[in-house]
């Protein structure tokens, strides 16, 4: 069955510094795969969508690559800031079918910045 | 404009009762998906509906059903609920069916005694 981990349930770095997270998958090859945050008690907010012929996107301080042969995402956040401080979910999906409210999220990775 | 709107915020149900949760749609957009979300986990697909049609469908038992309406908002209901179905529930919107980015409402936390 199609699997998705998310490296760490929770990830502490300091302000300034620049938080990895990384996204795993297993059992299928998404056409794309996106990237979105959640604050406690609130629903997530999109944040990059990268599709599979792209190897980087950025916007602002935040970077997310897509390797398929790794079968893997990475998450950047540079400068980081309190205000980052949130669970971040990753989504590979696949485009096919127009089913795309179909989502299959990981577990979440816990970011807290400390000033 | 208005984000996606959901109601009520908070329920609190007893084991065997049903419970019916309400999305509205940001205006525009035809898809509407729900998503239960339990403490610590992502959040995981229950229905999809575009253009009033059933469009997917996640592993959940009978006891849930969807229905979206002529102006797209949408409604799920849960029958004899368990305490096991206490969670958030989230309402996603988007422009079309697919490959795009869903806009997420603030959910309905259900509480199940």
């Known amino acids: 069955s199609q699997k998705i981990e998310q490296n760490s349930e929770a990830l502490n770095i300091q302000e300034g510094k620049t938080a990895t997270l990384t996204c795993n998958y297993t059992n299928y090859s998404p056409a794309y795969l996106q990237w979105y945050r959640q604050d406690p008690g609130r629903g997530p907010v999109f944040l990059l969508l990268i599709r599979e012929n792209e190897k980087e996107k950025r916007k602002e301080r935040l970077k997310v690559t897509f390797d398929t042969t790794l079968k893997q995402s990475l998450f950047h956040i540079t400068a980081s800031q309190p205000a980052d401080s949130a669970t971040y979910l990753c989504a590979p999906s696949n485009d096919s079918g127009g089913s795309q409210g179909n989502l299959i999220f990981g577990k979440g990775t816990k970011l807290s910045v400390k000033p | 404009d208005a984000g996606v709107t959901q109601s009520p915020t908070h329920l609190i149900k007893t084991r065997g009762q049903h419970v019916t949760l309400r999305c509205s749609p940001i205006?525009?957009?035809?898809?509407v998906s729900w998503y239960q979300q339990v403490l610590g986990q992502g959040p995981q697909f229950i229905f999809q509906y575009y253009e009033k049609e059933e469009r997917g469908r996640g592993n959940f038992p009978d006891r849930f059903s969807a229905r979206q309406f002529p102006n797209y908002s949408s409604e799920l209901n849960v029958n004899a609920l368990l305490l096991g179905d206490s969670a958030l529930y989230l309402c996603?919107?988007?422009?079309?069916?697919?490959?795009?980015?869903?806009?997420f409402g603030s959910g309905t936390q259900l509480s199940v005694l």
């Open positions: 996603a919107s988007s422009r079309l069916g697919g490959g795009e980015k869903l806009f």
């Open positions: 205006s525009g957009h035809k898809s």
